[in-house]
């Protein structure tokens, strides 16, 4: 057994250097290609969305996340606390969209699994451009037309769901004539 | 086109990727373990360690040799964590505390990947990648082993030796993992997943944190580990930014554990052997998808805990890839999935992880529910059992018994010691049914080496971090032990002639028995504690 265990270190050790530093390092090397690097280092990255405050941007999901950290709010359907939360979020949301509260969708009043995912539906974003055009001293078709160019299609067709990239948006909002 | 219609070609592009793959991906892994020449980087290895490659172990040296290498691990691992704050990228995120160290030291090196930390508050660089990267390798490479040392077992006669643990080990990691994995990790940057050494990204004036993802996410998927370098797991957008990512990383998950199914067969010299096991880890894999798929689709709050870009069809996939294998990463929050959809990635987990189950651990789990189911089989005609030539006498079947039986004890122990503890209450972070679900969540989680959570639970207290940690412990290594006596008594016997009486294994009849005896194992052991959890959550 106590053969074993010194067999176990020495292989541990070796098999360390190997997986743990030489191999992504490997990685990294490559990621610093041109291609891959801004990628790599999320340059200006639009991959996640954190909500600004203002009736000037578009709004993201809600979070649970604590920055720097990500992550879910984990409330199962049945929690009866949540209910009020979310009924809250819908309210306020109705309030600040003016229109009535059946037309808030979903996405708008649940939390996100990474506290940080940066799309939102067509719905919400369409629900929101009235008051963002308003806001911008932009015309609503204009807003539109910002919108679907900051839609995410489905991958290939078919993998994932579509939805509009807000940090994408809030960005291109902000350099729009 | 609607989301039931892709969501239906995505899992129809998914198995034809798998379809194309495991049999050259599966006949690769054959010759790997079978193969008497060592290339040159194993040999330098093997100099380095002064491991001799060509001598061969008994099924008890074999096991010593599992364990030890397991135990420098956990130690390793938490050394590294107890002095983070001298190694460099520690952000002065400081020492892990005691509880959590162990913790995750024994969670990553029995391949479970439980998160008990928030990585991006207590997790540097340095330990990410030189001590749970690591283990995310090796604890793979380690279950691969067990499950090609007991197919040696069927397919050897009359001898006590089972290959050399430490060749499968390194063989395993430097000619199947490594290539994989580095292919796979250049992929997922190009697809948008991060590898960087800074802290965090500013955001529009808010900091996120990064990491260096990319090459632990590619081995996290591929070794069915798990465990996420972001909190947020596969959800986090870093982890996993898009459809395409999303896809290749549910590959990832299954391209092994179904891959060494056709191994099996190839080794065995009956590739139907191989075929008729990954039926029935299809067939149980398709029927809990559409229940997931089913239960979130007409949940109360369908969007809570996922992400947009995903949705439900990719969202259900992905927690049926993660949950019936036993890899634990996720790409939503189970924890906010309806009673029945969350009880059906709990089911996945108390199957016991053969559908088709973690690398290696889900052909040795399924290998030995064959020989269970056999034996119930022999039971009802009154015959000595037989299972690819070899008899199942007292030994195999109380070993196989054994390796079965650990995991509901532990599980169901942990569990009721942690409901009736007061201050558990204040731990959960939903109340009535669906708290319950919380608690069995993470200890067949923990007991079932998955990782995945209902993760609003929080597992700090010194309990949970310490009946956690030996729930892992056990649910790997009694197994393990198991499987390798097993072994040993397997290759010991000469091979028995198929007569007329011989119940064939590669039709039908035997899917069916092996499917029923998985299920009914289950049901039997886990249907009161269920009843009361997501059962009784999916029936208010």
């Known amino acids: 057994m106590l053969r074993q265990v010194a067999a176990g270190l020495r292989v541990l050790l070796v098999l360390t250097v190997l997986t743990g530093i030489l191999y992504p390092l490997a990685v990294w090397g490559v990621s610093r290609l041109p291609g891959l690097h801004a990628n790599a280092e999320a340059v200006d990255t639009t991959l996640v969305a954190v909500d600004r405050e203002g009736d000037q941007w578009f709004h993201t999901r809600p979070s649970a996340a604590t920055l720097p950290a990500s992550g879910g709010s984990n409330k199962g359907e049945r929690n009866a606390d949540y209910d009020t939360v979310v009924a809250e979020r819908r309210a306020t949301i109705a309030h600040r969209e003016g229109v009535p509260e059946a037309q808030v969708p979903q996405d708008a009043v649940t939390a996100s699994a990474s506290g940080l995912d940066p799309h939102i539906s067509t719905a919400y974003a369409l629900l929101q451009a009235p008051r963002v055009a308003r806001e911008n001293g932009l015309t609503e078709d204009r807003v539109r037309e910002l919108i679907t160019e900051h839609t995410d299609r489905r991958a290939a067709g078919l993998l994932g769901e579509p939805g509009v990239n807000v940090t994408a948006l809030n960005r291109a909002l902000k350099a729009a004539p | ?540």
């Open chain 2, 1 to 540: 086109m609607s989301s039931t219609t892709a969501g239906l070609l995505q899992i129809g592009v998914l198995l034809v990727a798998l379809a194309l793959v495991h049999r050259p991906f599966g006949d690769y892994m054959a010759r790997v373990y079978s193969s008497p020449q060592h290339t040159r980087v194993e040999r330098v290895i093997y100099r380095m360690t002064r491991v001799d490659p060509d001598s061969e172990q008994r099924w008890s040296t074999y096991a010593y040799g599992v364990l030890g290498f397991s135990f420098v691990g956990i130690v390793f691992l938490y050394v590294l964590q107890r002095f983070q704050s001298l190694l460099p990228f520690d952000f002065d995120r400081g020492d892990v505390g005691p509880g959590m160290a162990f913790n995750t030291a024994v969670s990553f090196v029995t391949n479970t990947n439980w998160q008990s930390y928030v990585p991006e508050t207590v997790m540097g660089h340095t330990v990410q990648l030189v001590g749970l990267t690591v283990q995310n390798f090796v604890s793979a490479a380690v279950g691969m082993a067990v499950a090609i040392a007991l197919v040696r077992g069927f397919v050897r006669s009359r001898t006590d030796r089972l290959g050399n643990f430490w060749v499968d080990l390194v063989r395993g990691v430097v000619r199947i993992l490594l290539p994989v994995a580095f292919v796979f990790a250049i992929v997922l940057v190009a697809c948008g997943v991060v590898m960087s050494f800074k802290a965090g990204v500013d955001v529009d004036g808010n900091t996120v944190a990064t990491a260096p993802v990319a090459s632990q996410e590619a081995i996290k998927e591929l070794g069915t580990n798990g465990g996420g370098v972001l909190n947020a797991n596969s959800a986090h957008p870093f982890e996993n930014p898009n459809g395409w990512s999303n896809l290749v990383e549910i590959f990832l998950i299954l391209v092994i554990p179904v891959s060494l199914t056709r191994t099996f067969g190839t080794l065995v010299g009956e590739r139907k052997q191989g075929y008729v096991l990954l039926s029935v880890m299809g067939a149980l894999w398709g029927a809990m998808l559409a229940v997931i798929w089913a239960a979130e689709a007409h949940g109360l709050r369908p969007l809570e805990g996922k992400e947009v870009r995903f949705g439900i069809p990719s969202s259900a996939l992905f927690a049926n890839a993660t949950t019936g294998t036993s890899t634990g990463a996720v790409n939503s929050m189970h924890d906010s999935f309806t009673g029945l959809g969350g009880g059906g990635a709990l089911l996945n987990m108390l199957f016991g992880e053969m559908t088709p189950g973690g690398v290696g651990t889900g052909l040795y789990s399924i290998l030995v529910m064959a020989v269970i189911a056999m034996f119930l089989a022999g039971l009802m005609v009154g015959r000595t059992p037989e299972y690819l030539g070899k008899k199942l006498g007292r030994r195999e079947v109380t070993a196989a018994a054994v390796s079965i039986l650990a995991m509901p004890t532990v599980l169901l122990i942990g569990a009721g010691i942690a409901a009736i503890l007061p201050g558990t209450q204040g731990a959960l972070n939903n109340p009535g049914a669906h708290g319950l679900s919380e608690i069995l969540y993470a200890y067949a989680s923990a007991s079932n080496n998955n990782g995945s959570a209902f993760a609003g639970i929080t597992v700090t207290s010194d309990w949970f971090q310490a009946s956690l940690g030996v729930c892992m412990a056990l649910g790997r290594f009694v197994p393990i032990v198991a499987v390798l006596c097993l072994a040993g008594s397997l290759a010991a016997q000469r091979k028995v002639p198929v007569t007329a009486g011989t119940l064939p294994t590669t039709g039908p009849l035997f899917a069916s028995l092996l499917a029923g005896a998985i299920v009914l194992v289950a049901a039997l052991t886990f249907v009161p504690a269920l009843a009361l959890g997501p059962i009784a959550e999916a029936l208010l």
